[in-house]
C-alpha cells in the first residue's frame, strides 16, 4: 500500500506524517534564510575586539553593532504576521532576504562605527522576518499533520547557529578581514533569492483584516526597550531598592 492510499477505516493516508520531496525542498529555503539570520546574531561577537581598534571606539559603543542588530530583530517581528497576509509570504521571504543580503554587503563597506550600527539596523529588519515568515511557510507546505517534524527541520539552524557562529567568524577575520563576516551572505542570499523563486509556491494573496496600528506602535517600540534594557543590566548594573541592603 503506498503512501497516499487509505487504510481501512482510517480517514487519512498512511504515513500521511511523512516530509515529502516537495515540503523538503520548501524546508531547504527556510533553513537556507534561517542560517543567515541566526549565524549573523552570534557571528559578530567575535569582532568586537576588532571593531574597537578599526574604529577607535570603546566597547560599550561597538556592542551597538550588536544591540542594534537584535533591536530592529525583534521590532520588525509583530508585523511580520500582517505583512506576510497583506503582501504574500512569498513576496515578504525575497523581501526579506533582499534587505538581509544588501544590509550584510553595505555593512562590509562601512567606514566608521555610525554606519555600521545603521547598516546593522537594516540588516536586522530583514533578518527579523525571515524566522516567522519561514515557520508561516513551512506549516503551510507541510499541513497541520507534519507540523511537529517541519519545527524539528527548522530547529537545526536554531542549534547550529550560536555553535559555529563565533568559529566561522573567528576564521574569516583571522585568515581574511572583519569585511568578510558580512560579505559571506551575499553568495548565500543570492542562492536563497533564486532556490526561493523557483520552490516557493505563488502567492494567493486575500484580503487581510484592518491592521492594528496602536497596537504595533505600542508592541514594536515595547518590545524593543524591554531587550534594550534587559542587554544594559551588564553594563550599567542594577540599582538597590530604598531599605534593602546586601548580605
Known amino acids: ?12 493516508p ?8 516537495g515540503v523538503l525542498m520548501v524546508a531547504g529555503v527556510v533553513v537556507l534564510g534561517a542560517i543567515m539570520s541566526i549565524l549573523d546574531i552570534t557571528v559578530v561577537s567575535v569582532a568586537l575586539n576588532t571593531f574597537q581598534q578599526e574604529f577607535d571606539a570603546t566597547a560599550a559603543e561597538v556592542a551597538w553593532t550588536m544591540t542594534g542588530y537584535t533591536l ?7 508585523l511580520t504576521g500582517w505583512a506576510a497576509d497583506r503582501f504574500g509570504t512569498k513576496r515578504l521571504y525575497l523581501i526579506a532576504v533582499g534587505l538581509f543580503t544588501a544590509g550584510s554587503v553595505l555593512c562590509a563597506t562601512a567606514s566608521s ?14 533578518g527579523g522576518m525571515l524566522m516567522p515568515l519561514g515557520m508561516t511557510i513551512l506549516t503551510r507546505a507541510a499541513g497541520p499533520e507534519r507540523v511537529g517534524r517541519v519545527m524539528a527541520v527548522l530547529g537545526i ?24 563576516i558580512f560579505l559571506i551572505n551575499l553568495p548565500i542570499g543570492i542562492l536563497a533569492i533564486i532556490y526561493a523563486v523557483i520552490v516557493l509556491p505563488k502567492d494567493d494573496v486575500e484580503p487581510s483584516e484592518s491592521f ?4 504595533m506602535l505600542l508592541l514594536s517600540p515595547g518590545l524593543a526597550l524591554f531587550l534594550f534594557g534587559v542587554s544594559s543590566i551588564p553594563e550599567e548594573g542594577t ?9
Open 72 to 78: 530592529a530583530l525583534a521590532s520588525v517581528i509583530p
Open 113 to 126: 562605527l555610525e554606519l555600521l550600527v545603521i547598516y546593522r539596523v537594516l540588516q536586522g529588519l530583514g
Open 212 to 215: 492594528d496600528f496602536v497596537g
Open 1 to 12: 500500500m503506498t503512501d497516499t492510499q487509505l487504510q481501512s477505516g482510517d480517514t487519512q
Open 157 to 180: 539552524p536554531m542549534l547550529l547557529g550560536p555553535i559555529f557562529g563565533p568559529i566561522i567568524g573567528g576564521a574569516l577575520i583571522e585568515s581574511a578581514s572583519w569585511h568578510w
Open 14 to 21: 498512511a504515513n500521511s506524517d511523512k516530509l515529502d520531496k
Open 239 to 247: 540599582a538597590m531598592a530604598p531599605g534593602c541592603s546586601s548580605r
